[in-house]
């Protein structure tokens, strides 16, 4: 139990509180799961959420109870409206994120060969929907091991592949973004009011402390 209750408070500090996360994963809960393409962020969710399943019948097993988990309990919770309505109106009414639920969907379903080099662009396009995930598909891979070890290949392959060398180009995105905002007095280039600015600034605070690169 002390593994889930570390999880429980990993989770609470970053995304407990996140609708981008939320929605997102609503969302993905809106797709059969035989639909969601192998090596995605929506795959990686897949097997978040079925690792989060195994840790609270883990736990249940051995005395605990559900409510003793809010965050992870919410978590679920946001995966079951998805796949329960399969209505994304749903999951934009329930959780608030400037990033249109079909526009997460979309972005969280497109797919990258492992074998590949990844293109800046590539980067950039998904910096919103890895920004809300992220956090989920880290701790997936590095827990794993304990609660779904068939998937542990792919999970920190998927972890890699859009939280990794990508999060850097994203948080450089937002460094040079900010830079350029402050630089032309308030927005010239980069208006710190547009979705790819918030995109970018909100994938900085959230992977990396908004460090500065």
């Known amino acids: ?104 969907l979309q972005e969280v379903l497109s797919t990258r060969n492992p074998e590949e080099a990844v293109t800046v662009a590539q980067m950039r396009t998904t910096c919103a929907a890895a920004g809300a995930i992220c956090p989920g598909l880290s701790i997936s891979c590095a827990l794993c091991g304990v609660f779904l070890p068939g998937t542990c290949g792919n999970q920190c392959i998927i972890a890699g592949l859009y939280c990794g060398i990508s999060g850097y180009s994203c948080a450089a995105e937002a460094a040079a973004a900010a830079a350029a905002d402050r630089h032309w007095g308030g927005g010239r280039y980069y208006d710190h009011r547009s979705p790819n600015y918030r995109a970018f600034a909100d994938y900085n605070r959230r992977m990396f402390g908004g460090r500065r690169f």
């Open 1 to 104: 139990m002390h593994s889930v209750q570390m999880t429980e408070d990993s989770l609470a500090g970053k995304v407990g509180g996140d609708g981008c996360f939320l929605r997102t994963a609503c969302a993905v809960g809106t797709v059969d799961e035989e639909d969601v393409p192998g090596f995605s962020m929506a795959s990686g969710l897949v097997n978040f959420r079925s690792m989060l399943q195994s840790m609270i019948a883990e736990a249940e097993a051995e005395g605990a109870h559900y409510a003793q988990y809010p965050t992870i309990r919410k978590i679920l919770a946001s995966f079951s409206v998805g796949s329960s309505t399969a209505h994304l109106a749903m999951c934009e009414e329930l959780f608030e994120c400037d990033v249109p639920a079909d526009v997460s």
